[in-house]
Nanobody, 118 residues
Framework: QVQLVESGGGLVQAGGSLRLSCQAS????????MGWFRQAPGKEREFVGR???????YHADPVKGRFTISRDNAKNTVYLQMNSLKTEDTAVYYC????????????WGQGTQVTVSS
């Protein structure tokens, strides 16, 4: 398994942008599917999107067109670029990793808080 550490969260005004990073340990990062999730207060954890080892991405409908997932395998890092932020994007954001395209997520980061003010 890989260890994951998120960074880049903070406070931003609605309409602004943030880029989250997720640094992974281990030498096989490039083989992992990487995902982003978020959890708002009082709500269940929500899937934001994922990127396959080859770079193919999927973004959930609530963020499609505003958020972009990318990865840099040389840096063992996956990114979540968030543009046109809305107050409803306020949540703790988590990255996750798994070795197969489908199946359970094997590793989770500790999360980073994103707060969008009106």
């Amino acid at each position: 398994q890989v260890q994951l550490v998120e960074s880049g969260g903070g406070l931003v005004q609605a309409g602004g942008s943030l880029r989250l990073s997720c640094q992974a340990s281990g030498r096989t990062f490039s083989n992992y599917v990487m995902g982003w999730f978020r959890q708002a207060p009082g709500k269940e954890r929500e899937f934001v999107g994922r990127i396959l080892s080859g770079g193919t991405t999927y973004h959930a409908d609530p963020v499609k067109g505003r958020f972009t997932i990318s990865r840099d395998n040389a840096k063992n890092t996956v990114y979540l670029q968030m543009n046109s932020l809305k107050t409803e994007d306020t949540a703790v954001y988590y990255c996750a990793a798994r070795r197969s395209e489908y199946g359970p997520w094997e590793s989770w980061g500790q999360g980073t808080q994103v707060t969008v003010s009106s």
